[in-house]
């Protein structure tokens, strides 16, 4: 009964997270920002420039960080800021720079390329699941 679950296991399986892969690069390319993700992107692209971990101090910085891999590989400059005081939400005085340095259709793009990399999460998930349920 076990090797028969798993022969058809895949051949659903597949499909599926195809059309979720399909439907969600569609939201990605298609919806505008999430309520933070305008001072998590530019944080992330802090944490790999400058080697510091004090712009949004208050999340794990790893998932920015990879979310922002697009951008510290890219040609894209930025002034960052050297605050010292702990009162000081850096990272939303880096969203504004950041929203004001990439105006437009460049920070559709980059923003899409950004939301890319979350299918890295996706993918392992996915693959997490499927086979704990084998």
Same mark, same amino acid.
């Given at each position: 009964?076990?090797?028969?679950?798993r022969?058809?296991s895949?051949?659903?399986t597949?499909?599926i997270?195809?059309f979720?892969t399909?439907?969600?690069?569609t939201?990605?390319?298609? *919806?505008?920002?999430?309520?933070?993700e305008?001072?998590?992107l530019?944080s992330?692209w802090?944490?790999? *420039?400058?080697?510091?971990?004090?712009?949004y101090r208050?999340?794990?910085?790893l998932p920015?960080m990879?979310?922002?891999?697009?951008?510290?590989?890219?040609?894209?400059?930025m002034a960052?800021?050297?605050?010292?005081?702990?009162?000081i939400?850096?990272?939303?005085?880096?969203?504004?720079?950041?929203i004001?340095?990439?105006?437009?259709?460049?920070?559709?793009q980059?923003?899409?390329?950004?939301?890319?990399?979350?299918?890295?999460?996706?993918?392992?998930?996915?693959?997490?699941?499927?086979?704990w349920a084998?």
């Amino acid at each position: 009964m076990q090797a028969a679950l798993r022969r058809f296991s895949l051949p659903i399986t597949v499909p599926i997270l195809l059309f979720a892969t399909a439907l969600i690069v569609t939201q990605m390319w298609r *919806s505008g920002w999430c309520v933070d993700e305008s001072a998590h992107l530019p944080s992330g692209w802090y944490h790999l *420039s400058t080697g510091r971990m004090e712009a949004y101090r208050v999340n794990p910085p790893l998932p920015r960080m990879i979310a922002a891999l697009p951008l510290w590989l890219s040609e894209s400059e930025m002034a960052w800021y050297e605050v010292a005081l702990p009162v000081i939400r850096l990272e939303f005085l880096l969203a504004v720079d950041f929203i004001e340095n990439f105006v437009g259709q460049e920070i559709q793009q980059k923003l899409f390329l950004c939301r890319l990399t979350y299918l890295l999460f996706f993918a392992v998930g996915g693959l997490s699941v499927y086979l704990w349920a084998l």
